[in-house]
Every structure is written in C-alpha cells, then in structure tokens.
C-alpha cells in the first residue's frame, strides 16, 4: 500500500475514533442527567447509554458503507437537556420511555410522510432555537451557581475549560466533563459502577405526559441534531440522505426506548470532524470515518456501567458545571438563532423565557407552553405584508 493510500485511510479512521470519543465524553453528562431527572435509577440509565451506543454503532458502521458517505450518529443532547428542563419537580420514567417512543415515531414519519417534513419546515427558525436555548439554560447556569458554592473545585476547572477554548476548542469539552468525573471519584463521592445490561422500561400510560414532552423532544431533536447535521454534510459537498437517514434513526430510537434511550440522530457538532477535512483530502474515503465511528460506540458501550456509577442518581455538582461549560456553545448559537430576525424576537423571547423558567401547569413541562405560547405570540405579532394599494409599508 503505497503512503497516500495509507493516509486516506488512517486520516478517516482517526477522524470517526476522535470525534466519537470528543461526542461521548463531551455529553455523556447531559445524558445521565436528563435521564435519572426524568426518573431512571442508575442501573437504568446504564442501560439506555449502552443501547444507544449500540444503536449508533450499528447505524453508523451499516449507513456509512452502504452509502459510501461518513454518515455518523449520537444521541440527542438536547433531548437530554429537555429531560432536565421537564423534570424539576421529579417525574415518571415511564412517561420519559412514551415520550422518547413518540418522538422516534415522528422522526420516521419526517422522513417517510412528505407531510411531516413540510410541517417542520414551516417551523420558524426563531422558535425552535428559543427551545433549545430555554432547555440548555439551566446546564448553563450550573457553572455560575457551583462556582459561587464550591470555588476552589469549579473555577479551576472553569480556568482550565478556557485555555483549551483557546488553544484547543474541539477538546475544551470532554476534557473539563473527564476531568469532573475523575475528581469525583477521587472525592469519595462517586456511585458504585453498575453492571452494563439492557433493562426494560415499559411506558406509562399517560398520554397527555407523553405528548407533552414527546413533541418538543422531537422538534429540539430536530432543530438541534438532525437539520444540523445535514447541514454539515452538505457544507463538505454530499448530498444528505434526509429520508433514509430520518426513517432509520427514528426507528431506532424507538426500538431504544424501552431500554432508556432517549433518541439516535445524525451528530451535529463532532459530525464536522468526522465529515470535514480532518478526516482527509480524499472525499472519497471519508466514509471510513463512520465505519471508525460505529467501531469506537461499540467500545464505549461496555464503559456504560462505569460512567453511570460515578455520575451516579445525582449528578455531581462539579460534573453538571462542567456539562454546562461543554454546552456553552450550543447554547450561542441556539440564542443567536432565536434572536436573528428582528421581527420575531419577541416570540423567541417569550418561549426562551417559558422553557427557561420550568414551570409545569397541569403536569405539563415548560417546554411544551413555551413552544405554544411562543406560537401564539408569533402569529399575534406577526407583521402583516402590505396589501396592493397600501400608500406605504408598516413601520
């Protein structure tokens, strides 16, 4: 094999390795916490992180060498988020297992009903990123109140967390989230690691709970995952499998569901390493990186019972700081999203202000009002076009 044909391969192979263990590291904090706030024991979040890893693993290794494209998937961090967000005042797990069920159901229906996918597109922009932003407020928010209660553990790490966002932006996550879990453990304050299998959760029966939570899950999934990540696709020159990509990804997050998963989708953010140009000049090889990235979740499935023993039923303070340092970025640019287009600043407004507060009315979470609200205020103020004949435009 002459050294070319060896640097387009390793360069993907890296590549998939790399940003999946940035992905995993750099929000498996979020995820253990949306899933034992929405109620999960430790054991069973063990068990949705290994079947997501399982679920993405497949999917990446089987997309990515059927279609000769790095198509990669993740589970769904701002999904996990909302968890948090809908679940302050505790909740049914079995609520949680119906919602993620739903929203895997309305993610292959985006992608096999031409309908859906019109309905999501007709969604503004300025909504759905006040959603995100209001979900990933109070991850934001821990850094500022740990510091304040335990200074001596928190600024350091927040000192740490911004030298590597200068120097080495893409590492700044996982490695502030790794370094939490490891002080953790040597506080004495970790859980025991719990064994990593497969645990069933059947889903409640309560579906005003599981629509309330279920459609803005499926929608800050949407907003904050898959639109993104196809966006990354098609900023380095492949055309993205939307449909076969939606269909597969929202069966497989419902076929998860049952075992604590809160939702596979195509990667977002760690996508752009595994798509772009870290993983090689030769476009053509790229697709290696999600056959490495498939190989490296299913790895990372058998440190499941581990990581969710040290995080724990309660997450340790200092590993919510350094989730929120890690989403600090997510959180921009959702926020500047939302507050783009002058004329619908308001709306976002009100619904970053809904989903942000965490209020429940009738046992329903903040996110669903903040979205309904939202789109009241939205079509309330929304500017009327001139009609023909009109001396002059609406100031």
Same mark, same amino acid.
């Given at each position: 094999?002459?050294?070319?044909?060896?640097?387009?391969?390793?360069?993907?192979?890296?590549?998939?390795?790399?940003?999946?263990?940035?992905?995993?590291?750099?929000?498996?904090?979020?995820?253990?916490?949306?899933?034992?706030?929405?109620?999960?024991?430790?054991?069973?979040?063990?068990?949705?992180?290994?079947?997501?890893?399982?679920?993405?693993?497949?999917?990446?290794?089987?997309?990515?060498?059927?279609?000769?494209?790095?198509?990669?998937?993740?589970?769904?961090?701002?999904?996990?988020?909302?968890?948090?967000?809908?679940?302050?005042?505790?909740?049914?797990?079995?609520?949680?297992?119906?919602?993620?069920?739903?929203?895997?159901?309305?993610?292959?229906?985006?992608?096999?009903?031409?309908?859906?996918?019109?309905?999501?597109?007709?969604?503004?922009?300025?909504?759905?990123?006040?959603?995100?932003?209001?979900?990933?407020?109070?991850?934001?928010?821990?850094?500022?109140?740990?510091?304040?209660?335990?200074?001596?553990?928190?600024?350091?790490?927040?000192?740490?967390?911004?030298?590597?966002?200068?120097?080495?932006?893409?590492?700044?996550?996982?490695?502030?989230?790794?370094?939490?879990?490891?002080?953790?453990?040597?506080?004495?304050?970790?859980?025991?690691?719990?064994?990593?299998?497969?645990?069933?959760?059947?889903?409640?029966?309560?579906?005003?709970?599981?629509?309330?939570?279920?459609?803005?899950?499926?929608?800050?999934?949407?907003?904050?995952?898959?639109?993104?990540?196809?966006?990354?696709?098609?900023?380095?020159?492949?055309?993205?499998?939307?449909?076969?990509?939606?269909?597969?990804?929202?069966?497989?997050?419902?076929?998860?569901?049952?075992?604590?998963?809160?939702?596979?989708?195509?990667?977002?953010?760690?996508?752009?390493?595994?798509?772009?140009?870290?993983? $090689?000049?030769?476009?053509?090889?790229?697709?290696?990186?999600?056959?490495?990235?498939?190989?490296?979740?299913?790895?990372?499935?058998?440190?499941?019972?581990?990581?969710?023993?040290?995080?724990?039923?309660?997450?340790?303070?200092?590993?919510?700081?350094?989730?929120?340092?890690?989403?600090?970025?997510?959180?921009?640019?959702?926020?500047?999203?939302?507050?783009?287009?002058?004329?619908?600043?308001?709306?976002?407004?009100?619904?970053?202000?809904?989903?942000?507060? $965490?209020?429940?009315?009738?046992?329903?979470?903040?996110?669903?009002?903040?979205?309904?609200?939202?789109?009241?205020?939205?079509?309330?103020?929304?500017?009327?076009?001139?009609?023909? $004949?009109?001396?002059?435009?609406?100031?």
């Amino acid at each position: 094999m002459t050294a070319g044909r060896r640097a387009s391969t390793l360069q993907p192979l890296l590549a998939g390795v790399v940003g999946t263990v940035t992905g995993f590291f750099g929000s498996v904090a979020v995820l253990l916490a949306g899933l034992t706030a929405a109620g999960a024991t430790a054991e069973q979040a063990a068990s949705g992180l290994v079947a997501l890893c399982v679920a993405q693993g497949v999917l990446s290794i089987v997309l990515s060498w059927r279609l000769r494209i790095p198509v990669c998937f993740a589970w769904s961090t701002p999904g996990a988020a909302l968890l948090v967000a809908a679940h302050r005042e505790g909740g049914s797990f079995g609520t949680a297992v119906g919602a993620f069920l739903l929203a895997g159901v309305l993610t292959a229906g985006t992608g096999a009903v031409p309908a859906l996918a019109r309905f999501v597109d007709r969604i503004p922009p300025a909504l759905t990123g006040a959603l995100l932003a209001g979900v990933l407020l109070p991850f934001c928010l821990a850094p500022v109140t740990e510091a304040v209660r335990l200074p001596l553990l928190v600024l350091p790490l927040v000192a740490g967390w911004l030298l590597l966002s200068r120097f080495a932006p893409r590492a700044a996550g996982p490695v502030v989230i790794v370094t939490a879990l490891v002080v953790t453990v040597l506080q004495g304050t970790a859980g025991a690691a719990v064994p990593p299998l497969p645990m069933l959760a059947p889903p409640a029966l309560d579906p005003v709970g599981v629509v309330a939570l279920g459609v803005p899950l499926y929608l800050v999934t949407m907003a904050g995952q898959h639109l993104p990540g196809f966006a990354v696709l098609r900023a380095n020159g492949y055309v993205p499998p939307t449909r076969p990509a939606l269909v597969v990804s929202g069966l497989a997050s419902a076929v998860v569901a049952p075992f604590g998963g809160v939702g596979v989708n195509l990667a977002a953010i760690t996508g752009a390493i595994m798509v772009g140009h870290d993983a $090689g000049e030769d476009r053509s090889r790229r697709w290696l990186s999600g056959v490495a990235s498939g190989c490296t979740y299913l790895l990372l499935a058998g440190t499941a019972g581990l990581v969710a023993g040290i995080v724990g039923e309660a997450p340790p303070a200092l590993v919510e700081a350094a989730a929120g340092l890690a989403l600090l970025g997510a959180f921009v640019g959702a926020v500047s999203s939302a507050l783009e287009r002058p004329d619908t600043r308001v709306p976002a407004a009100v619904t970053f202000l809904i989903v942000g507060s $965490g209020i429940a009315v009738a046992g329903v979470g903040s996110a669903f009002w903040g979205l309904l609200v939202g789109g009241i205020a939205l079509a309330v103020l929304a500017r009327r076009p001139p009609a023909a $004949g009109d001396a002059s435009p609406m100031p």
